[in-house]
C-alpha cells in the first residue's frame, strides 16, 4: 500500500472576500479567553489537511465555513460564520495568524459577512497603538480624569494600615512593582511604607518594558531627597518575560509587598500572572492589584456595548469581578477597596477636537480613531458613551464613571 502524501489544503478566496468583509472574533493563546474562560467553543488552526474533516465542529447554529490562508500559506484558519458579536477584520485575523502560527486558536464569534453593514466595518487603515502612541494617550486620560486622586485617597486613608504588618519587624522590606511606568505611585508608596517602618531599609524593585518610562522613573528619584535607606533595582522585562526568567533561573526571591497597577489587562495569562506574583509574597506579605471596578463606565462599555469597540484594541476587557473569581479559585484571602474616579469625556463628542481624540484612541486602543473609523462605529461608540450606566452629565459635561477597585490580597 503506497503510503498517504500529506498536502496543504490551500483556499483559492477572491480578494474582494478578504478585504470588503468584516468577521467577528477575538484570537487568544492555548484557547483560553481571561474574561469567558474556555466555555466557548474554539477552533485550532490547521496545518494540514490530513484529518481534516474529523476535525470539523458540528453545529446547526452555524450558516457555513470559509478556510483563510496567510499571505505565505503558512497558516491556515477555518472560520465559521454565524450572526453575533463584535468586528475583527479578515486582515487583521490573518495578521495574528502571522504572529503564531503554532498556538493560536480562534474563538468562534463570526458574524454573518453577506449581512453585515459596511458603514459598520473596520476599515484596512485602522490600526492599534504603538507603546509611545499609547503613552500619549495615556497621558490624555490621565490630564482629563481623577484616577490618581482616586489612588491617593486610598494611599491616604487604606494603605497605611495595609502596610503596617509587612515584615513583622524585619530590618528589610522587599518591594516589587509590576508595569510600574513611570514610577509616580511607586514613590508615594514607598513613602508611606518608610513613613510606618522607620529605619528599615527598603529595596524596591521594578519590572517595566518600556526604557522611556524607566528613564523618567529615575529622574523623579534625581529629583526627590526623602528617598534615604531605598535602593533601586529596575528589570526592563514584561512581566511575562520576568516570570519566565525567574523560572527558568530558579530565583525563589520573595518580596513583603508587590503592587499591580492598572497593568493586569495586556498580559497574556491573567489567572496564572496573579498566582505567580502571589507566589513570590514572603510571610505576612501584601499583594495589591488595582484595576477598574465591575460597576464602573469601563464594565458596561465592555459587557453591554462591546460591538461598538473594534478589534485593534489588544488588551483584556477585565475588572475586579474578574480577579475575584481568579481569587476565590486561588482560596485565598483578600479586601476590596472600591473607589470613586471620573473621566471628563466631553471633548470626545466635538469632531476635530484634538483632545477628544487622544481620548478616543486611549479609548479604543487605536491609532486616530475619529478619521479612519467608518461613521457608523463612531457613532455607536459615542451613543454608548452617553448611556446612563456610563456617564453622567453635569454643569453641560460629560462625565464617564471610571471608578476603581483595589484589591489586597494576604499571603
Known sequence: MEPVTKVKRVCETMPSKITDCCIRGGVFPKGFCPVNGSRLLVLRTIDEADGYDARRLKNDSFEKDTLLTSSDESALVSVWVRNDL??????????????????????????NIASLPKELCVTQ????????????????FLDHSTEHQCMDQFNKKELPNIVASLGKG????????????????????????????????????????????????????????????????????????????????????????????????????????????????DCYAKLLIIILSGDSGWASIWKKYRHCLPPTDSGHYITANDIKVVLDGMGVEYQVYDFPSVWDITECFIDGDTTGSHMLDFLTGTKDFMNTAPLGLKQQLRQALSQPECSTRKDGRIIFRNDLSMIVVSS
Open 86 to 111: 463584535p468586528f475583527v477584520s479578515a486582515e487583521w485575523l490573518l495578521g495574528c495568524l502571522q504572529k503564531d502560527k503554532k498556538n493560536m486558536v480562534i474563538l468562534l464569534m463570526i458574524t
Open 125 to 140: 487603515s485602522m490600526r492599534s497603538l504603538t507603546a509611545e502612541e499609547y503613552a500619549k494617550a495615556f497621558q490624555s
Open 170 to 281: 524585619k530590618s528589610t522590606i522587599n518591594v516589587l512593582g509590576v508595569g510600574s511606568g513611570t514610577g509616580e505611585q511607586d514613590l508615594k508608596m514607598i513613602r508611606i511604607i518608610q513613613s510606618k517602618h522607620p529605619g528599615a531599609f527598603i529595596k524596591n524593585e521594578v519590572i517595566e518594558p518600556n526604557p522611556q518610562h524607566i528613564l523618567a522613573y529615575k529622574e523623579a528619584i534625581k529629583n526627590s531627597s526623602d528617598l534615604n535607606n531605598v535602593s533601586f533595582t529596575w528589570h526592563q522585562l514584561t512581566s511575562m518575560e520576568y516570570e519566565k526568567q525567574a523560572k527558568e533561573w530558579n530565583v525563589g526571591k520573595k518580596y513583603n509587598f508587590i503592587h499591580l497597577i492598572q497593568m493586569l489587562y495586556r498580559v497574556e495569562d491573567i489567572a496564572n500572572t496573579i498566582k505567580f506574583f502571589h507566589s513570590c509574597l
